[in-house]
């Protein structure tokens, strides 16, 4: 792994306070971020600046919201609806230790957990992978893993993948048969300050006045 001297992910993520998550946004409710009604959390922070990203705010490693892994986790359980957390961002396995700590809590309550990640499963589990890879790849029920390439993207309807490279991992049995997310859908999530969000694999997180 490239030492934290030429790396901004690690200088940046060792700035983090322990027990925190420095994320970009969060939603309740979701149903196009994984199956079923689900939690969804946008970590802060990705150095692969893909083309045609659909969050091109979540690269740069700057402080957005720091907020504590258990305030999060009770967040999450707070609302019966969520039956299930997504983590996306940015690039989750920059922080993957604390995302790990905040899957075991809710885990520990009966909801499952979901990532995507830029990297491949074969590089999480590599000598390269980023800290902590493997101790989140432990907690996760299902990965979908590969950077979005525009040049291989699926528009349709009946695709789980944005880009034709990628690849969904179901590491837990009893979610075989629960793939129901699809490429084309979009959500649009009016907050109670009038803020609207809009998510999904055709949206970006879009903070709109």
């Known amino acids: 792994m490239s030492s934290s001297m030429t790396n ?7 700035q983090i306070p322990p027990g925190y998550l420095n994320i970009m946004g969060y939603v309740d409710e979701s ?3 994984g199956p079923g009604c689900r939690a969804v959390v946008w970590v802060q922070g990705c150095l692969r600046e893909c083309p045609g990203c659909f969050n091109p705010a979540s690269w740069e490693f700057k402080v957005n919201q720091l907020i504590p892994v258990e305030e999060l986790a009770a967040k999450i359980l707070s609302n019966p609806r969520n039956q299930g957390v997504t983590f996306s961002g940015g690039e ?14 809710v885990k520990a309550q009966g909801l499952n957990v979901m990532s995507f990640t830029g990297f491949t499963l074969a ?13 989140l790849l432990d907690e996760l029920d299902i990965l979908v893993d590969g950077p979005y390439l525009q040049e291989k993207a699926i528009h349709s309807p009946d695709s789980l993948v944005s880009s034709s490279n990628q690849r ?10 629960c793939q129901s997310w699809a490429s084309d859908q979009v959500e649009i999530h009016i907050l109670k300050d009038g803020t609207r969000i809009v998510t999904g694999y055709q949206g970006q997180v879009l903070l709109t006045d």
């Not at 901004?8 to 060792?14: I, K, R, T, V």
């Not at 590089?123 to 101790?135: D, I, K």
């Open 92 to 105: 989750p396995f920059w922080q993957a230790p604390a995302l790990a700590a905040l899957a075991r809590l």
């Open 123 to 135: 590089q999480l589990r590599s000598r390269q992978a980023p800290p902590g890879a493997q101790e």
């Open 8 to 14: 901004p992910a690690l200088d940046f993520q060792s």
């Open 31 to 33: 149903e196009v971020n």
């Open 168 to 177: 969904v991992h179901i590491f837990n049995p009893a979610l075989e048969n």
